[in-house]
């Protein structure tokens, strides 16, 4: 539990918020455990490397982020109804705010490694965020933490009490419960499964390695994967759709071509849903999940990409047909997961 204070009493409206490699995404969620308001801003970039980076320009680009979680919270305390109250006398419950990064995130709420939030990476998230939300419960945990922990609780894995949960975004993120627990590791760095080394010969990560997983099981990848092909010749269609540059090319092409109907860009899919099938399949082996629940953008493309992905599982996992099934469902809250988790995680102080 990274938490700015204790546990939460309240049962009114939690924020929830989830700080991604594009965009920085939170919701309302009522006593309920219905969604009540959205809102969301770009994440900030920074042309500086943080690689030479000085702890002061590290600690600027953290707070341009912190800045804009802050602004989240002031929109959805707007949605629903604050007004100018304040945090403190707000009955509605919105006192606690759960925030979820994406990256190595420490038992103590810094950010010690995050290859896709570079602008991030290093900073103390209770202390940047607590500030710009004073007299608020502030928990703060890897964002497919609390993916998995709103799957689990409320969304496409309850009933289950062995789940692995994986986020096909920018990268790959990924959350485990165990015997109904979430489990964060001896340091908090549990589930970074998108950065398991698949082909050591493969291409570049921005971790700094060689072929690990999300760099062709992502949306990440599929737009790697894309446009290889594309410089290859291929891919017209999905050229034409990204203005005819081969090198400009993303992964939202593909998938839009995909299901239009676009029968190349289908078969880049398939080889993506290979490849997160190939994945699960060593995951299997490790966790034993009863259910694996499939987030983030790239879900969207339902079907195109889960056919794929059983295809592969049940071919590769170990023991195949003769071990109990392993349910593989999209998740019921798709990219709000990770902000629906941490709502609730808000409102209970941790994961717990």
Known sequence: ?????????????????????????????????????????????????????????????????????????????????????GAADAPWGARAVGVGAPGMVDRAGRLRFSPNLPQGQ???????????????????????????????????????????????????GGGIVIDG??????????GEIGHMVVDPAGP?????????????????????????????????????????????????DVTAAALSGDPDARRVVEEVGWWVGFGLANLACVVDPECIVLGGGLVGVGDLLLGPTRRAFAELVEGGSTRPGTVIVPAAFGERAGAVGAALGARAGGLE
């Open 1 to 85: 539990m990274r938490s700015g204070g204790g546990s939460s009493a309240d049962a009114g409206v939690a924020f929830g918020v989830d700080i991604g490699g594009t965009k920085v995404l939170g919701i309302a969620l009522d006593a309920a455990d219905a969604v009540v308001a959205e809102a969301r801003v770009a994440t900030p970039r920074s042309g500086t490397p943080l690689e030479g980076a000085s702890p002061t320009e590290i600690g600027d680009q953290g707070a341009a982020v912190a800045d804009a979680v802050a602004e989240v919270v002031a929109q959805l305390e707007a949605a629903v109804g604050a007004g100018s109250a």
């Open 204 to 252: 570049p990560c921005p971790c700094g390695r060689r072929g690990c997983w999300e760099r062709f099981a992502s949306g990440g990848g599929l737009g790697l994967l894309a446009r290889e092909a594309a410089l290859a010749g291929a891919l017209p269609g999905v050229v034409a759709r990204s203005g005819g540059d081969p090198e400009s090319v993303r992964g939202e």
């Open 181 to 190: 627990r979430v489990q964060v590791g001896g340091h908090g760095f549990a």
């Open 122 to 172: 290093g900073v103390d998230w209770r202390v940047l965020i607590g500030e710009r939300l004073p007299g608020r419960k502030v928990v703060i945990e890897n964002d497919a933490n609390f993916a998995v922990l709103a799957e689990h609780r409320i969304g496409a894995a309850t009933g289950y009490r062995h789940v692995v949960m994986v986020t096909l975004g920018t990268g790959i």
